[in-house]
Each structure stands twice: as structure tokens, then as C-alpha cells.
């Protein structure tokens, strides 16, 4: 029998947008710092405020438990952890604090993080890369050669995400990899936000060219030495955009 009868399939997405819109009003409101570190949020004000069961306000406690920024105790509440606690590699996270009144300092540290990672994993990449890969590289960066004239900047970062994933991928590093989300957001972040020029920087878009140019000749000094020039620039470009 259907467990999940008219009644039922009404019910699920009603209660995930509740849940989903109490995560995405209270997520925010933490990471921005509205709630410091300590504060505890009772479970009946939350459910008053948001006008929401309890059953909404443990889900959306629950995915937030799972970021570590919160803590659940009984006849405590939820408090909210203390920021070097909280999993700042979650994309969600991330997005939420380039979404707050931080954004310029988080973006310098996550930009830090890229220009340690994604040198070496773009020389890694030159050893590894299979043909496949190599031949995504070319494309892409073909691709937003193409698209970094006319302001067409949602059509690049597409193509500007897919290349830098490529890269981190082909170093054959499982570690790299995975920080495909977390690099993907910044760039994201960094668009959505208007911390780029109008049209990406046009040394930015060739030395992406020479990257994928290096990874298919093999040359690791030259494909590590490339990415650390777009990391650099990337900084560079902070600087100006959001001292």
C-alpha cells in the first residue's frame, strides 16, 4: 500500500519549504553573527517565530547540528558553537557568510586557500591528466575566452567553475577533489556579489588558456607557475573590489 497517499505527497514538500525556509533565515543569521557564540535559541520561540511545527525546527536544528554550527541539549536548547568550530568547507556555510557583513575578509581567506591548493594541484595535473581531461581543460577555457567580453559573466563562471574542478580533479589528489564545492562557491560568491569587473581580467582569461596548454604538454612547473598567477591576480583583484 502507498504510504504516501494525496494527503501525504501534499505534505512533504510543504514541510521541506518550511524547513527549508527556516534554515535559510536562521543559517544566515549565525554565521553573520546576529546570534554570537553561546547564544541558545529556544525550540518554542523558534517555533513561534517562523509559525512552523517542532518537527520543522528539528530538521532544520539538525542540518545545522550537521555544519556544527549549533549544539541540540535537552532542557538547554540550541546554542550556537563557537565559530572555530563550525565546518567552514561546507559549501552552505561558505555561501552564507560571502552572503554577510564579513564577506571581503572571507574571501581573502578562502582565495588564500585556493592559491596554496591550486598550484600544486594544476603541476599535479600536468603528470596525471588524462586525454579526456585534457581535452575538457582546452575547452573550457576556450569557452571563457569566448565569454569574457559583453559582460557575460553568469555564461563564464560556468565554464570558469568547470575548468577549475577539472584541474583539482586531474591531479589524481582525492583531497584536491573534494574541494571542487568549495572553490566552485567562491568563484560563485565572487560573481553573484559583484566582487569581478564587469568582464573577467583579460590576463586572467589567457593565463587560464596557458594552463590547459601546460596540463596537455606535461608541464608542471609551467601549469603550477600559471595558476599561481591567477591566484595572485584574484587577490589583486580583492584589493580593489572589497578592501
Request: proline share 6%; hydrophobic share 40%.
Amino acid at each position: 500500500m502507498d504510504e504516501q497517499g494525496p494527503e501525504g505527497r501534499g505534505q512533504r514538500p510543504r514541510s521541506r519549504g518550511l524547513h527549508d525556509r527556516v534554515l535559510e533565515s536562521l543559517g544566515p543569521a549565525i554565521t553573520a553573527g546576529d546570534y554570537p557564540p553561546g547564544t541558545v535559541l529556544r525550540t518554542d520561540e523558534l517555533e513561534r517565530r517562523y509559525d512552523v511545527s517542532r518537527t520543522v525546527v528539528r530538521e532544520a536544528v539538525r542540518v545545522l547540528e550537521s555544519m556544527h554550527l549549533v549544539e541540540s541539549r535537552r532542557r538547554v536548547g540550541v546554542t550556537v558553537r563557537p565559530t572555530e568550530e563550525w565546518d567552514v568547507f561546507d559549501p552552505q556555510v561558505i555561501r552564507w557568510r560571502l552572503a554577510g557583513p564579513d564577506r571581503p575578509r572571507q574571501l581573502r581567506s578562502l582565495t588564500a586557500l585556493r592559491s596554496a591548493i591550486e598550484p600544486a594541484a594544476a603541476g599535479l595535473a600536468a603528470e596525471h591528466a588524462t586525454p579526456e581531461q585534457c581535452a575538457e581543460l582546452t575547452e573550457h577555457a576556450l569557452n571563457m575566452v569566448a565569454t569574457s567580453r559583453g559582460q557575460q559573466l553568469p555564461a563564464y563562471l560556468i565554464h570558469d567553475v568547470a575548468f577549475h574542478r577539472v584541474i583539482l580533479r586531474a591531479s589524481g589528489n582525492e583531497m584536491f577533489a573534494r574541494l571542487g564545492d568549495v572553490v566552485a562557491e567562491v568563484l560563485t560568491g565572487r560573481t553573484q556579489h559583484r566582487v569581478m569587473f564587469s568582464d573577467p581580467d583579460p590576463e586572467a582569461v589567457t593565463l587560464h588558456v596557458r594552463v590547459a596548454e601546460a596540463v596537455r604538454a606535461g608541464d608542471a612547473e609551467a601549469a603550477e607557475r600559471y595558476t599561481r598567477e591567477i591566484t595572485v591576480g584574484a587577490l589583486r583583484e580583492l584589493d580593489i573590489l572589497a578592501p
